[in-house]
C-alpha cells in the first residue's frame, strides 16, 4: 500500500474537479476568518458529493470514528465504514484516514493523499482530500472527500496496453465430442491488435484465433497452444507469422488458465532476421574457406602432384626423399631406392597413340602404390616413363625382392586399348644408401643399375653391384 502525502500546492495536485471544487469552498470559507465548519456542507454540496464524503472526529481510543461514509466510499474489504471506527476496520484503510486526519490536524490546513490499494480492492488509485473543520460546538471535524482516479480493470488494462508484448486470453472452442477446435479472444491488448492487423482491440474480441492468424494451424503454432491446455503446463516456443505482404517471427509464452489459455507474442523479427542474416554470412564465410581450401589444395596438387598419374612429382620426391635420407643416415637406418623405367614405351606411343601410353602410365603408376607401405614408403614418376621408389629401413635383399615382386606384377599386367592388348614391362635399378650418401649421388648410382638392365635384356632387376660399365656407361641406353 501507499499513501503519498501533499500539504503544499495543493491546488495543483488535484486531479478531480469535484475535490478541486470543494477546496475552493473551504478556502473561501477560510478567507472570511476563523476554521472551516461543518455547515459548509450544505444540501447541493451532499446531493452532489454526499456518496464520496467521509466526515471523521477523533474518539477516546486515538483513533478517528466515521460519522458518516459515503456508499462509494467502502474500506479495503469492500465494507460500509459509518458508525465504525479506523481500530475496527482492515488496516490498510485506517492507516490512510489516521494519516490523513492528523496531518490535516497538524497543518490546521488542507492535504491531499494520493492513495494506492492492494490488489484485490476495486479501485486502484484514490485521491483523497482532507479538510479540518468545526461543527457549531466548536468541535474538531474531519471531512474527507475520496475521488476514485483509476479502477483496477483500467490499472490493468493500461498496463497490458502499454507493455511491448502482445497479450491474448482466449477460451476454447469444443466440437460435441469436447475436442478444442478453435477458441475465441477474451482480451487482447493494444500491441495484439496493431500485430494482428486491427485498430481497436473491441474488434478482437470475440474473434476466432484461427482467423486471427490464418497461418496458425499450419506452422504448428496451435497444436503447441492445444498441449497447454490438455496438458494445463505452460510452453515457450517460436512461431513464425506470415501476412500477406509481410511476415514476422514472434516468441509465443502460452499460459493455461482455467478454461482456456493466456498467449503473449514477443516480436522477434528484427532479431531473427539478424540471426538469418548472421548464419547466412557465417554459411558464405564456410562456403569461401572451404573453396579457399580447395584451391589451395589444387595449388599443392599442381605443385607437388604428376596430373596423370596422380603420384608425387620429381620435386615433392626430392624433398620427401631428402628427409627421409637425412633421417635414415641420422639412425643408423638402411635406406633403398629403386629407379625403374617402361620398356619400349616409345614404341607404345608410336604404335597405339599417347592416348594408350597414357593408360600404361597410369596403370604401373597403380601397381607401384599397392604395395607401399602408408606414410613410410614413396613412389614418384620423375620423368616421362621413368619412376622411383625410396623404401626406409630396407636393406638391399629386401629391396631386391620388392623391385622383383613390382617387375613380375608390371610382367602380368594387360592394358586393353580398343582391340588390342599390351603387355608392358619395366626395367629397375637398386641402390643402397651410404653414411656419406648425398640424394643426387644415390639417384645417380640406382639410375646406372637401371640402365645395366636395360642393357642386359629389359625386364629385370639389378642392383649397383652389379653395374660394370665405366662411368658415363649406359646414360644413353635405349628406353
Known amino acids: 500500500m501507499l499513501n503519498e502525502v501533499f500539504t503544499a500546492d495543493i491546488e495543483v495536485r488535484l486531479r478531480s474537479g469535484e475535490a478541486s471544487y470543494l477546496?475552493?469552498?473551504?478556502?473561501?470559507?477560510?478567507?472570511?476568518?476563523?476554521?472551516?465548519?461543518?455547515?459548509?456542507?450544505?444540501?447541493?454540496?451532499?446531493?452532489?458529493?454526499?456518496?464520496?464524503?467521509?466526515?471523521?472526529?477523533?474518539?477516546?481510543?486515538g483513533g478517528f470514528a466515521f460519522l458518516y461514509a459515503g456508499a462509494r466510499v467502502p474500506d479495503h474489504d469492500g465494507q460500509a465504514l459509518t458508525g465504525k471506527s479506523t481500530s475496527s476496520i482492515a488496516p490498510e484503510t485506517a492507516e490512510l484516514y489516521r494519516i490523513g486526519c492528523q496531518e490535516a490536524h497538524e497543518q490546521n490546513d488542507a492535504v491531499c493523499i494520493n492513495h494506492i490499494t492492494k490488489p484485490k480492492c476495486l479501485v486502484h488509485h484514490w485521491e483523497c482530500l482532507f479538510l479540518p473543520m468545526e461543527d457549531s460546538a466548536h468541535r474538531r471535524m474531519f471531512v474527507a472527500l475520496c475521488m476514485p482516479r483509476e479502477n483496477k480493470d483500467d490499472f490493468l488494462r493500461n498496463m497490458l496496453d502499454n507493455t511491448p508484448e502482445a497479450m491474448i486470453a482466449a477460451t476454447p472452442v469444443r466440437d460435441q465430442h469436447g475436442e478444442v477446435m478453435d477458441a475465441v479472444v477474451l482480451y487482447a491488448n493494444k500491441t495484439a491488435a496493431r500485430l494482428s492487423g486491427h485498430l481497436d482491440t473491441n474488434k478482437l474480441v470475440?474473434?476466432?484465433?484461427?482467423?486471427?492468424?490464418?497461418?496458425?494451424?499450419?506452422?504448428?503454432?496451435?497444436?503447441?497452444?492445444?498441449?497447454?491446455?490438455?496438458?494445463?503446463?505452460?510452453?515457450?516456443?517460436?512461431?513464425?507469422?506470415?501476412?500477406?505482404?509481410?511476415?514476422?517471427?514472434?516468441?509465443?509464452?502460452?499460459?493455461?488458465?482455467?478454461?482456456?489459455?493466456?498467449?503473449?507474442?514477443?516480436?522477434?523479427?528484427?532479431?531473427?532476421?539478424?540471426?538469418?542474416?548472421?548464419?547466412?554470412?557465417?554459411?558464405?564465410?564456410?562456403?569461401?574457406?572451404?573453396?579457399?581450401?580447395?584451391?589451395?589444395?589444387?595449388?599443392?596438387?599442381?605443385?607437388?602432384?604428376?596430373?596423370?598419374?596422380?603420384?608425387?612429382?620429381?620435386?615433392?620426391?626430392?624433398?620427401?626423399?631428402l628427409v627421409k635420407l637425412a633421417e635414415s643416415q641420422t639412425a643408423h637406418r638402411p635406406l633403398a631406392l629403386i629407379s625403374l623405367d617402361i620398356d619400349h614405351f616409345k614404341h607404345i606411343n608410336d604404335a597405339y597413340g599417347h592416348g594408350a601410353g597414357d593408360t600404361v602410365l597410369r596403370r604401373?603408376?597403380?601397381?607401384?602404390?599397392?604395395?607401399?607401405?602408408?606414410?613410410?614408403?614413396?613412389?614418384?614418376?620423375?620423368?616421362?616413363?621413368?619412376?622411383?621408389?625410396?623404401?626406409p629401413d630396407t636393406d638391399i635383399d629386401s629391396a631386391i625382392a620388392f623391385a622383383e615382386k613390382l617387375r613380375r606384377r608390371i610382367e602380368q599386367t594387360v592394358v586393353v586399348v580398343g582391340?588390342?592388348?599390351?603387355?608392358?614391362?619395366?626395367?629397375?635399378?637398386?641402390?643402397?644408401?651410404?653414411?656419406?650418401?648425398?640424394?643426387?649421388?644415390?639417384?645417380d648410382r640406382s639410375d646406372r643399375a637401371l640402365y645395366t638392365a636395360k642393357r642386359s635384356g629389359r625386364n629385370k632387376v639389378c642392383t649397383e653391384i652389379e653395374v660394370q660399365a665405366k662411368p658415363g656407361d649406359g646414360s644413353t641406353a635405349a628406353a
Open 206 to 321: 470475440g474473434t476466432s484465433m484461427m482467423g486471427l492468424f490464418g497461418d496458425v494451424a499450419t506452422a504448428g503454432a496451435w497444436a503447441r497452444n492445444l498441449t497447454v491446455l490438455r496438458s494445463g503446463k505452460a510452453a515457450q516456443f517460436e512461431f513464425h507469422h506470415r501476412f500477406q505482404t509481410d511476415s514476422r517471427w514472434l516468441r509465443v509464452s502460452s499460459m493455461p488458465t482455467k478454461d482456456g489459455v493466456l498467449a503473449s507474442f514477443h516480436d522477434i523479427t528484427t532479431q531473427k532476421r539478424a540471426q538469418l542474416e548472421l548464419e547466412h554470412q557465417k554459411k558464405m564465410l564456410m562456403d569461401e574457406m572451404e573453396q579457399r581450401r580447395g584451391l589451395e589444395q589444387e595449388l599443392w596438387a599442381l605443385a607437388h602432384l604428376d596430373p596423370l598419374t596422380s603420384l608425387p612429382n620429381r620435386r615433392a620426391f626430392r624433398e620427401s626423399a
Open 364 to 391: 604401373v603408376a597403380d601397381v607401384l602404390q599397392a604395395p607401399l607401405r602408408p606414410n613410410t614408403d614413396m613412389a614418384a614418376r620423375v620423368g616421362g616413363e621413368e619412376f622411383a621408389v625410396i623404401l
Open 419 to 443: 582391340e588390342h592388348e599390351i603387355r608392358p614391362t619395366i626395367s629397375l635399378g637398386v641402390a643402397m644408401c651410404r653414411k656419406s650418401t648425398n640424394l643426387d649421388e644415390l639417384m
Open 23 to 61: 477546496l475552493r469552498l473551504y478556502r473561501k470559507e477560510r478567507a472570511q476568518g476563523g476554521q472551516g465548519t461543518i455547515a459548509m456542507l450544505t444540501s447541493e454540496v451532499m446531493k452532489a458529493y454526499g456518496s464520496h464524503l467521509v466526515v471523521l472526529e477523533q474518539n477516546g481510543e
